[in-house]
């Protein structure tokens, strides 16, 4: 285990708009308001096209080869997530979200890009006095956090 502590900054109360894409317009808030690290949670609708990486193919294979899922209409989601900097000093929002509709739910990572469907609530909490970032890992190839 590895961790670092934090300490809480500002609060964002935040409504995204039908249609818009989740990662895309959560990262461009926070790069508007400076905001380095934070954690979300979210409740909403996302539409139907949506994209989730719900997991490798093979657990332990290289490389790693992801499977998604494409939502087949409007479902309800709550999801929780957090941001970090890459090497670059880019905010990088990993979130997953529950989506639910009917008896069906499926529970993925929202990087291919979820759609709002009509809205979407986050309440994101600023993490400061911290130095965690997302940093490339070459055995998986992704940017692990390193707290």
Known sequence: MNYSEAGAGRTFVIRLED???????????????????????????ADKGSILVVGPEE?????????????????????????FPDDEGNPIL??????????NTVTGCIRRGVKVWLVME?????????????QLDPQSGFKLLKP
């Not at 895309?24 to 954690?39: D, G, L, P, V």
């Not at 657990?59 to 939502?71: D, G, K, V, Y």
């Open 59 to 83: 657990s332990r294979s290289t490389p790693i080869n992801p499977m998604t899922h494409e939502l087949y209409d409007a479902h309800e989601v709550t999801g929780t997530g957090t941001i």
């Open 122 to 134: 986050i309440i994101l909490t600023e993490l400061t006095e911290n130095s965690a970032s997302r």
């Open 19 to 45: 249609g818009e894409i989740v990662h895309e317009a959560i990262e461009q808030f926070a790069r508007e308001k400076k905001i380095e690290r934070a954690s979300l949670i979210a409740v909403g609708g």
């Open 94 to 103: 990993h979130m997953h979200m529950a989506c639910g509709r009917e008896e």
